[in-house]
């Protein structure tokens, strides 16, 4: 260890496990090494996670880098990135750990490898506090999309709280660039659609009761628009242990892209489980802003990266969003601005820095 590290405090603001993922994100596309202290220190039990860990170890992996004190419980790593590469990798959470907060760090690293990149991952693909795998797939994606990326892959096993075993598998072709995007209009609602899920011990009746709650109460409130929720039972062999929840989507006539969504317990209560993802669709929808609320400090890498000016109008910007700006801006020169608009809605703006992936010339002879 060289003692050159950019130094991060992994107890600022949310104080959490994003600030890992983007600092290791960020150190492998630009090649700077970092040391991430007071890891988690916001969090009840703080330090690395078994889902941490591993994202961890596979951003380590596609940059061929060395790190340090990547251990359970740790709460200081040492990253030095090396270059990043294309091919396969893996990472099993051996939880129920999020593969969604898996991705969340590779894949800002793959879009810029100089050769396509599949993932193999497994854990929890419908976790709580985290995306649910169906969130990332179609929120997230659609997001990166204007940014001129997009990946592909399968959901072949989903896996939930406490057991995790999900498994998914995702392409990821490199860019040479991430364009920057300007969404300041939202729009009117144009379609709803949406899953409610169980699997398991659970009932069928109990997703469709679900989907049909969800249903009622979203035709009420934009009458005239296509809502399809449907209710599903995972097949036994596309699913590991108990689990039950709902993913809603809205797309505007802009196309912009909400996503809300709930999680089960261990008794379901097919009612509360309804109430709250709707809840969090219309919430994020009535806001204002062209993205949710949870989008937003996702989307905050792929800004700083970007090539050129970025604007994104959201709702009040989250605690994970203020920590995402300070992380971008601490390791690159990226720089936000948010501006409050007389209806509440707030504009981030960025001007990017134009990342370029490194190619891989054929060799000379
Ligand atoms: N319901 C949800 N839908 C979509 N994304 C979500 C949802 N809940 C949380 N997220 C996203 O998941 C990420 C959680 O980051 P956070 O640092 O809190 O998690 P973590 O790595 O599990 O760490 P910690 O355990 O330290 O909280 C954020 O990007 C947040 O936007």
Known sequence: MSGKEVDIDGSVLEGGGQILRLAVSLSAIQQIPIRVN????????????????????????????????????????????????????????????????????????ALFSPSPVQLILRGGTNADMAPQIDYTVTVFKGVLEKFGATFDGSIDKRGYFPRGG?????????????????????????????????????????????????????QSTFEGIPVVISGYKEHPQQAVGNGSGINLFAETSTGCIYGGSALGKRHLNTQEVSAQAVSDLLGAIKCGGCVD????????????????MSRIKCGPLTLHTKTAIYIAEKLSKARFHVEECPDGTNLISCEGIGMKAVSCSPMDF
């Open 38 to 109: 007071n890891i988690r220190a916001g969090r009840d039990k703080p330090g690395l996670r078994p889902q941490h860990l591993k994202g961890l170890e596979v951003a380590r992996d596609i940059c061929g880098g060395k790190l340090w004190g990547c251990s359970l419980q740790s709460t200081e790593i040492v990253f030095h990135p090396g270059h990043l590469l294309g091919g396969e990798f893996s990472a099993d959470t051996q939880t129920a750990g999020s593969v969604s907060l898996l991705i969340q760090v590779i894949l800002p690293c």
């Open 293 to 308: 609320s949870y989008i937003q400090d996702q989307m905050i890498i792929l800004m700083a990266l970007a090539d050129g």
């Open 166 to 218: 999900g498994l998914v598998r995702m392409n990821i072709n490199p860019v040479s660039h991430l364009q920057p995007v300007n969404l300041v209009d939202a729009g009117h609602v144009t379609r709803v659609w949406g899953r409610a899920f169980v699997a398991g011990s659970f009932n069928i009746q109990d997703a469709n009761k679900m989907a049909q709650l969800c249903q009622n109460q979203i």
